[in-house]
């Protein structure tokens, strides 16, 4: 039996329904100066917040690299309106993201407003389900109500949403042979959003919340007060070589996908799986410790398994 099956049944009914009640969002006719600039303003965001995405959508090319890059900016600045505003109060919280919601999913923004601009065009250009964009947002304002899980199943629905709906949406930019395709994408959603929450352990514990599952670090002898300690001891390491392990897996049975992605578009779903699956290793090696230190690859080291990641791609899909 997989092991995703005890959690993605829901996942997959929610992203299924989705493309089916849309509406396709007409194509917005703007100069093609203005969209440059909103494409263009698009890339800087990503290539400052994104330096690994930046690379792989680059992979894309042309049109579809755009369009990747706009989609990041929108969930850039989504995500920003929580993290980089903790002087705000919920209330003014809530309201930032209420509004940021309107804006970035109108169908013709202002000219001058960018990221909705190039991200409008671009769900339009592309046929993008607007209920992922949606969904998306409701799992950015989950951060705004709840700051610990309960169980795997609750943090599987936080990583479904703010994270494999952006596989989605991909999927229609990259474009894909049919429904079957979305249980792969919801599964490497979650797999990339566990790779963030193993590695962000130690600065999500200093903004007040743990998205480790509560139940398994009982299960493991652990507590909060052990996260607050940030010491590295051997319940510790049991506990992350669990969670590695999982992690491991759902890329792995999110692999199969890759063969249902249009073939141009397969090498770079192929190396951001790969290369976000590389920081688990950089935890194993940093002893566990996600407190201290942070697991990265730097440039050259992602350039220097392009190559090899390539040749996978082709032989294997």
Not at 213 to 234: C, K, M, W
């Amino acid at each position: 039996m997989s092991v995703a099956a005890n959690w993605e049944y829901k996942l997959i009914q929610k992203a299924t329904i989705a493309p089916a009640y849309d509406f396709v969002t007409p194509l917005i006719h703007y100069g093609d100066d203005t969209l440059g600039r909103a494409y263009n303003h698009c890339a800087n965001i990503t290539k400052e917040h994104s330096k690994t995405f930046y690379l792989t959508s680059s992979l894309l090319g042309g049109e579809v690299t755009k369009a990747a890059r706009a989609l990041y900016a929108f969930c850039r600045v989504s995500d920003d309106l929580i993290d980089q505003n903790t002087d705000q109060d919920l209330h003014q919280l809530v309201g930032s993201l209420d509004a940021w919601k309107c804006r970035s999913l109108l169908d013709d923004p202002l000219p001058d407003d960018l990221v909705p601009l190039a991200w409008a065009h671009a769900r339009a250009k592309f046929g993008i389900p607007i209920d992922y964009a949606e969904q998306l947002l409701e799992g950015v304002a989950q951060d705004l109500f709840q700051t610990r899980y309960q169980t795997f199943d609750e943090l599987a629905h936080y990583c479904y949403g703010v994270a494999s709906t952006v596989g989605l949406m991909t999927m229609y930019l990259i474009g894909f042979k049919g429904l079957e395709a979305i249980p792969y994408a919801i599964r490497l959603g979650v797999a990339l959003q566990l790779t963030n929450i193993l590695r962000d352990i130690g600065e999500d514990w200093q903004n007040g919340r743990i998205y480790l599952p509560q139940d398994e670090l009982a299960e493991f002898g652990l507590s909060e007060a052990d996260i607050a300690r940030g010491q590295v001891t051997e319940k510790w390491r049991r506990f992350m070589r669990f969670q590695i392990n999982r992690t491991r897996q759902i890329y792995l049975e999110a692999m199969p996908g890759i063969s249902l992605l249009n073939r141009k578009g397969r090498f770079a779903i192929k190396a951001s799986a790969d290369l976000y699956q590389a920081i688990l290793a950089k935890i194993e090696q940093n002893d566990y410790d996600v407190f201290k230190r942070r697991a990265y690859l730097s440039n050259t080291g992602k350039l220097s398994q392009l190559p090899g990641i390539w040749w996978q791609t082709i032989r294997d899909y």
